[in-house]
């Protein structure tokens, strides 16, 4: 029975075949025990072929820059759906790795169970027949068909026979059924264990595939938390940036209304326009402002054509009081030339009238003169005022377009800084994986050399 175990472990190694897994530059031999082995060892090397390599990963990177550099705007777009893609395709690998793995331990398992009830089987049958027994041929056992016969009927002449020999030989019977019975078991629970130790290897592989994808989702998040955290970074500094630039419009504005006292000038804000438009501000002298307050309310312009209306209503008064005065004159001297004619009147009367249109011209004049020095105060601080307004205006222009410019390329090294982040996460990750699957291949090489 031991020789009989020993020829079935040594049948089972006797057809070693030699198979050569490359990886990369470094091959690694190894001596497999069957060709059912070799079969299922092909599968997981087609697996390690179909995975993306550094090469191809670095191949996909150096298009990924061409590309930005042709389109800048849709880079990181672009970056995102490759990214989808290999993740997608190193899953759709691993299912087929997956699959494959299966059906090669299945057809490992149906084939051991086949060779262990062939073993089975032959042992059985050669358990069953009865070993040779070296006697003296009888006369007629010339040929071999006799020898069958022969062996009965000494087995019969020595269990007929009395004594120790007939119970000997069946306490050997009785052990070798016993022996028989042993190995069955022991064969039984061998293909158990068997097929323990393949399913135990089919759930370690599961486990290391889902172990793969935590940790890569695991990357993924940490990817997310990381760029969750730099934008968290960027909102901080333009807060801080923004509240600087509060203070120091807040500076600025404390700085003006300081100036405005020390000129003693006063500023004055008009009302809003109809469309929504912000409200003028003009700085004037202290007179002008009471002028203006004078003038009522409404915005500058408002106040401005009420002082030209008042303007124009005095110069009519004014033209009106010299075509009366030139009336009066003409009446006058028609009146003389009348008193001339008939006899001289009285000069009291007439100078009288002439000292009252006199005042009244000067009052007049002195009116006029007022308010033609307050209108042409009142347009040159229109004029000065429309010049800082448009002063102004180009300087907040060339600030915005100074601003955006400088946002834009703000935002252009940001996109390339989280694109190099990108692509030197994923170069992590793929020597990650690489640095694994080549461990696992060192593993492997090793186990096998100490089963070999």
């Not at 419009?249 to 100036?259: Q, V």
């Not at 003038?295 to 110069?315: P, Y």
Request: contains cysteine.
């Amino acid at each position: 029975m031991i020789i009989l175990g020993v020829n079935f472990c040594g049948g089972s190694v006797s057809s070693a075949t030699d198979s050569v897994i490359k990886f990369g530059e470094k091959t690694a031999d190894f001596s497999l025990s069957s060709d059912s082995i070799s079969d299922s060892f092909s599968g997981w090397s087609i697996m390690v072929r179909r995975s993306p390599s550094l090469t191809d990963c670095l191949e996909g990177e150096d298009d990924l820059d061409g590309r930005d550099d042709v389109l800048l705007v849709t880079g990181l777009s672009n970056m995102k759906k490759n990214a989808e893609a290999r993740l997608w395709a190193k899953r759709q690998a691993r299912a087929e790795a997956r699959e494959i793995r299966m059906r090669e331990l299945e057809r490992i398992q149906r084939e051991q169970e086949e060779n262990a009830d062939r073993q089975f089987d032959m042992l059985a049958a050669a358990t069953t027949e009865p070993p040779p027994l070296r006697g003296r041929p009888s006369a007629g056992a010339g040929s071999g068909r006799h020898r069958p016969a022969s062996r009965r009927s000494s087995e019969d002449s020595l269990e007929d026979g009395g004594g120790g020999g007939g119970g000997s030989l069946r306490e050997l019977r009785h052990e070798l059924k016993e022996v028989e019975e042993k190995f069955r078991k022991a064969m039984i629970a061998n293909a158990q264990l068997d097929n323990d130790k393949t399913s135990q290897t089919y759930q370690l592989e599961l486990l290391k595939d889902k172990l793969e994808e935590l940790e890569e989702e695991h990357s993924q998040l940490k990817r997310e938390h990381r760029d969750k955290c730099r934008e968290h970074d960027q909102l901080k500094r333009l807060c801080a940036q923004l509240k600087d630039d509060v203070c120091a419009l807040k500076y600025e504005l404390d700085e003006r209304d300081r100036l405005i006292a020390e000129k003693g000038l006063v500023l004055i804000i008009g009302e809003p326009g109809e469309d929504g438009e912000p409200p003028k501000k003009a700085l004037v002298q202290a007179d002008n402002a009471k002028l203006l307050e004078e003038a009522g309310d409404g915005s500058l312009d408002v106040r401005l054509a009420k002082f030209a209306k008042e303007k124009i209503d005095l110069q009519d008064q004014i033209s009106s009081l010299k075509l009366k005065i030139e009336e009066e004159r003409n009446r006058r001297r028609k009146s003389s030339s009348s008193g001339l004619l008939n006899g001289p009147s009285s000069d009291y009367d007439l100078d009288d009238l002439q000292r009252e249109a006199s005042k009244q011209l000067a009052d007049y004049k002195f009116r006029a003169q007022k308010a033609e020095q307050d209108v042409a105060t009142l347009q040159a601080t229109v004029a000065r005022l429309e010049s800082q307004v448009i002063r102004y205006k180009t300087a907040a222009e060339v600030s915005e377009q100074s601003e955006e410019a400088l946002k834009s390329e703000k935002r252009k090294l940001q996109r390339e800084a989280r694109e190099a982040q990108n692509r030197a996460e994923e170069l992590e990750t793929s020597n990650t994986h690489l640095l694994k699957r080549l461990d696992k291949l060192k593993n492997a090489k090793s186990a096998l050399l100490k089963e070999l």
